[in-house]
């Protein structure tokens, strides 16, 4: 599946559920794993598996493969692989601890994401 409908596909299903601080990384100079990191916040346990369940069956409907699906028993991180993107939902402060937007330090993939729903860009930072 071409990366640009896998990432529309995972920023939809994440918006459908309501996640927060939405934002999309492009790692293909950083890793030849995958080539986009996709980071949201649930606002409880019950959410954030919602949120991640609801991106793998989007994945899956539109033809694309699931690998990997770790973290639902927590609820506190749950990870989705699809193969060329990486989908981490987590509570925020998980996110806030493990910092791995930063960690990875990747570009922002310049995508339309409801500004409710998207990570606001700081100053500092470039789209």
């Known amino acids: 599946m071409d990366i640009r409908k896998l990432q529309r596909i995972i920023v939809d299903a994440l918006v ?31 959410h954030t598996v919602a949120l991640a369940e609801n991106v793998k069956e989007k994945v899956k409907a539109a033809g694309g493969s699931v690998i990997g ?14 193969g060329d993107a990486i989908v981490h939902v987590m509570q925020p402060q998980i996110r806030e601890y493990y910092n791995l937007e930063e960690v990875w330090g990747a570009k922002r ?19």
């Open 109 to 127: 993939v310049n995508m339309k994401i409801d500004p409710e729903y998207a990570l606001p860009v700081r100053k500092t930072e470039k789209a």
């Open 16 to 46: 459908e559920i309501k996640g927060k601080d939405i934002v999309v990384f492009n790692t293909e100079k950083l890793t030849d794993q995958f080539s986009r990191a996709v980071f949201a916040s649930g606002t409880s346990n019950r």
């Open 69 to 82: 699906f770790e973290g639902k028993e927590s609820g506190e991180w749950v990870l989705v692989d699809c």
